[in-house]
């Protein structure tokens, strides 16, 4: 074995065993990780490429999908295989957009486990697995905002008839007092007025990236930082969030 | 996956004036939501098809599959900053979780003054946990879920042995929450208890089959949400949730489609005499 081969092999390794331990994957363990990766290697005819720790991760993750595949399609159901699937998906899960303020991670990664338990073969490529239960918890997410909060009758009674009316009534296309509080919930969930200013030309005005770099010095590079900056801070804002959840 | 040599469709307009409006805009790119425009149509069937495969780079360069996916990003600026995004998301590091606002359980142990620390008085939950649990494992094929409260200000307790129906043998049980808090807004819940498949985990992970939370409505009135889950046939119709009204009155619920059975709205100190009989179904255990 080159030097350099065995450089990939530490790194395998290293990968391996740093993402059991942030998964607190039990089903997987970091051995079994190494072994399949290697596996993977000599079918793909690659195992003396020397490989990035990029390449390695995406290996790593490839070879861990392959084998929670196979745990959670088998029957009885393995509940190793998804506790593993839990951790992973819980703990990736607050990087990806906020969900409704009235649902939590913790639910929504119940419901993809669940949706994965009744249709565990729809996933046709074992190795994107991760990736593909990531897309489903992803849409979860992003499908909260479309679900209609449960009102009760008694509630409804409670608010009476008029109310219901303007509630009815209220377009949110056609309307200045919304349109007026969401300036002033962009004013304090953001901090400086470069911010405000690339939320009001990006979200407002609707223009380009490339219109962007038209008319601004700071060019491209200044407007992916502040995307970047300004998109984080409103995810973090639950001024905004309680704005879009009604 | 690799299928024909197709190009995606162009549209008329570019992605970003097709989003529509300022709060569209804000939906797609704050909150991740699919502009309507992209859903339903054939392209974007086949580019949700073809994330994951992307993400996990499982798709060779040269391939169609491949190049129809960079072709189509080009055109939507919402999917290429979607792909970008859980590309970082995927290849990231997991940080710890942050709790949400949803799970704040804190109101529980501010309405006991007599709690120290909020480790203490989450040892009521966990100890109706550990109680419940057991049961389950043993097959009944009821759970007796008991409210009361004496006073304000006591802990809760439940009520004596009923033949025929499990019930908790002590009284370090979790208190109900006897006033709302200010911060807390109309539509909020928090997490009363859960019951769940895995023993060894805190609260709130393992396969959590059933969460009963307290949602907040106008001035002090709340309702319970019962919500079953998990990898058994929870869902089904035939589970009969039976909620045993203060007044005396006994509703028959049935979870929706989602597992969700709601109270009506109570005054919140109605909550210390609610008892709520969940009736499993009879392939429950089976499986």
Redesign the interface.
């Known amino acids: 074995m080159s030097s350099e081969t065995q450089t990939t092999a530490d790194l395998i390794s290293y990968v391996a065993r ?1 993402l059991v331990q ?2 607190r994957w039990q089903f997987i363990t970091a051995p079994l990780l190494v072994r399949g990766v290697r596996q993977a290697q000599v079918d793909r005819a690659v195992a003396d490429t020397v490989l990035t720790a ?1 390449e390695v ?2 290996w790593c ?2 070879s861990a ?1 392959v084998m929670l595949h196979q745990g959670c399609n088998r029957r009885p ?1 393995d ?1 190793g295989a ?2 593993d699937l ?1 951790h992973y998906l ?9 969900p409704h ?7 929504l990664v ?2 993809t ?2 949706d994965i ?1 009744r249709q565990p073969a729809a ?3 074992p ?2 697995f ?3 239960a ?2 489903i918890l ?1 849409r979860k ?3 909260s ?2 679900i209609r ?2 009102e ?4 409804t009674q ?1 608010l009476g008839d008029e109310i219901i009316d303007q509630l009815d009534q209220r377009n ?2 056609i309307d200045p007092l919304g349109d007026q509080e ?1 300036l002033g919930v962009l004013h304090d969930c953001l901090d400086d007025d470069e911010e405000r200013g690339w939320a009001l030309w ?3 005005v ?4 490339r219109e962007w770099a038209l008319a601004f010095d700071g060019g491209l590079r200044q407007f992916d930082r502040l995307h970047r900056v300004v ?1 984080g801070k ?2 973090r804002c ?1 001024r ?1 969030l ?1 704005f ?1 959840a009604r | 996956m690799e299928s024909e040599e197709q190009q995606p469709a162009a549209w008329p307009d570019s992605a970003t004036e097709a989003l529509g409006g300022r709060r569209e805009r804000l939906r797609a790119e704050v909150l991740g939501v699919s502009p309507p425009a992209l859903l339903g149509s054939v392209d974007y069937a086949r580019y949700e098809v073809l994330l994951p495969l992307m993400l996990a780079g499982v798709l060779l360069p040269a391939g169609t599959d491949y190049t129809w996916f960079m072709a189509f990003i080009t055109i939507w600026p919402f999917c290429a900053a979607e792909y970008v995004e859980l590309q970082q998301v995927f290849a990231a590091v997991p940080s710890a979780v942050r709790p949400s606002v949803a799970s704040d359980v804190t109101f529980l142990q501010r309405a006991d003054p007599t709690v120290a620390s909020p480790a203490q008085g989450m040892s009521g939950l966990a100890e109706l946990r550990e109680w419940i649990e057991p049961l389950i494992a043993e097959g009944r094929r009821g759970l007796r879920i008991i409210f009361t409260v004496s006073s304000a200000s006591s802990p809760l307790r439940l009520a004596e042995p009923t033949a025929g129906w499990p019930v908790p043998q002590s009284d370090k049980t979790p208190q109900l929450p006897t006033e709302i808090p200010p911060v807390w807004v109309a539509g909020d819940t928090a997490l009363l208890f859960t019951a769940g498949l895995d023993d060894v985990a805190p609260a709130g992970e393992g396969l959590r089959y059933l969460a009963i939370t307290v949602q907040s409505g106008y001035a002090t009135m709340c309702r319970v949400q019962i919500r079953l889950t998990g990898l058994s046939p929870l869902l089904s119709a035939a589970t009969q949730i039976l909620l045993q009204l203060p007044g005396g009155d006994t509703l028959v619920v049935t979870p929706d489609v989602d597992g969700w059975a709601y109270s009506p709205f109570l005054p919140l100190a109605a909550l210390g005499s609610l008892v709520i009989i969940i009736e499993w179904p009879a392939t429950f255990f089976a499986d």
């Not at chain 1, 703990?91 to 906020?98: Q, Y």
């Not at chain 1, 303020?101 to 639910?107: F, H, L, N, T």
């Not at chain 1, 609707?206 to 990236?209: M, Q, T, V, Y």
Request: a positive charge; hydrophobic letters at 45%.
């Open positions: 740093e942030s998964y990029i991760r995406q993750l490839q999908g159901r509940d998804y506790r839990y819980l703990l990736t899960a607050p990087a990806l957009p906020p303020p009235g649902m939590e991670w913790v639910d119940q419901e486990l669940l338990y996933c046709r490529v190795a994107a991760l990736a593909w990531l897309t992803k997410g992003a499908g905002w479309n909060v449960h009760s009758l008694e509630k409670a949110r296309h969401l990006h979200f407002y609707g223009l380009k990236r998109v409103l995810r639950d905004l309680l879009m």
